[in-house]
């Protein structure tokens, strides 16, 4: 059951980075999905650093925060990567 709240999380968590990322960003559901979990996971370790009455998979708004920036930034880190597998030039 956690595994499937954390795909759910995930998901949103996402779909949120892309909305809050200006520009158009080309990843499919399963990419953002993929980003959105370890953002969610990077956000509960960043959470758990300054409560650590909770666990690392348990999300409070600071670690809700947490994920999406760290969604956001790697949302960035993935189009950079994926810019330059292209051989697109700047």
């Known amino acids: 059951m956690q595994i499937l709240g954390l795909i759910v999380v995930g998901l949103i968590i996402g779909a949120l980075a892309r909305l ?3 520009g158009r960003q080309k ?3 399963v990419a953002t999905l993929l980003l959105g979990v370890v953002g969610a996971v990077i956000g509960g370790l960043i959470g758990h650093l300054f ?3 909770t666990g690392i998979f348990e999300l409070n708004f ?3 925060v947490f994920a ?3 969604a956001i930034l790697l949302l960035g880190v993935a189009e950079g ?3 330059r597998s292209r051989g ?3």
């Open 27 to 29: 990843l499919s559901v």
């Open 68 to 70: 999406v920036i760290a």
């Open 20 to 22: 809050l990322k200006p």
């Open 81 to 83: 990567l994926s810019g």
């Open 62 to 64: 600071l670690g809700f």
């Open 51 to 53: 409560n650590k009455n």
């Open 88 to 90: 697109a030039v700047r």
